[in-house]
């Protein structure tokens, strides 16, 4: 196995392995990442000429990333390595392909999907007979059972069927009549993803969204940590542009409910956080939100 880090190759330990994760990007919107990898660096002259000049505060305050190839007969990968530790033994870096690149956020540095305690689903397998049971939206469920293809097999997981008389989508028991149930794969919620990782960074989170439904005076969702609270609106709309009004009408609601609510926000440090799926940005809305106290941050939809 040959890693090229800017050009040179890295030495790594003799026996060394690390775990390398493939994701599905059409679930979680990554494409491939490592655990950790660490190479030596005491008297390693070829790895101290890569990482060498690195100083620990400078991997405290920002991310340091390098341009990286993994190279293994068939297998090759590109992307970039980002240092999460050094020390004078040792680096310890993590590899990001693709859209785990795009992702890659140095408040997340030390958060991994796959370390959080997302639970089990209560329901692993599907009766026949409807399939709403493992349909049903957050919160009552914290995963759904989607259908997807396996990109290996080309078998389809979790299919569906209609039946027409009943007048509902059932799991799909092909012509095995004497099949009782079928084995379902799960994938947790965004949202459970979501307040597991804000738990996991310290904020206590509330789904006004959810909790309130119509009655949400425009915020889906607060986030809380220390003095510091976060108030946000999302709207996923993949071509309906922003328009100064919805902005106007968000800040009105967030004024809103701190007045209505000033026992909790008195003494915070309180951010408005404005969510769209749209690319599209006209002149009037970046005034806006250059003028106003308002964060704006646009997460594209994918298809």
Known sequence: MEIIINNQQAILEQGTS????????????????????????RGCAQNIAIFGHIHRAEVAKNKVVFDCEIRD??????????????TDIEVKT?????????????????????????????ITSGKRGSCMDAMRPYPDNFYVALPWV????????????????DREFQWAFEDNFQLQSVKLSFQPYLLHILYQICRALGYKV?????????????????????????LIQC??????????EQLRVFLGDCTAYIEQNQKIFAKRNVKRLFIT??????YGVKKFVEQNNLEYQIIPYEK
Do not use: V
């Not at 993590?94 to 209560?122: A, C, H, K, M, V």
């Not at 709207?235 to 100064?244: A, R, Y």
């Not at 799926?277 to 006209?282: E, Q, Y």
């Open 206 to 230: 509330y789904f006004k969204g959810i909790n309130e439904g119509f009655d949400d005076g425009g915020i889906d969702l607060i986030a809380y940590k220390g003095n510091e609270a976060i």
């Open 150 to 165: 396996n990109n290996t097999s080309g078998n389809i997981q979790n299919e569906m069927a209609w039946d027409a008389e």
């Open 94 to 122: 993590q590899f990001l392909e693709g859209r785990s690149e795009q992702n890659f956020d140095e408040t997340f540095d030390e958060i991994y999907l796959n370390e959080l305690d997302l639970g089990y689903p209560e």
């Open 73 to 86: 007969r068939d297998f090759y990968r590109s992307g970039i390595i980002t240092i999460t530790e050094i």
């Open 18 to 41: 690390f775990d390398f994760i493939a994701e599905n990007r059409l679930f979680t919107g990554s494409d491939s990442y490592t655990l950790t990898i660490s190479f030596p660096l």
């Open 235 to 244: 709207k996923n709309w993949e071509n309906s542009q922003i328009k100064q």
């Open 277 to 282: 799926s749209c690319k599209d940005i006209d």
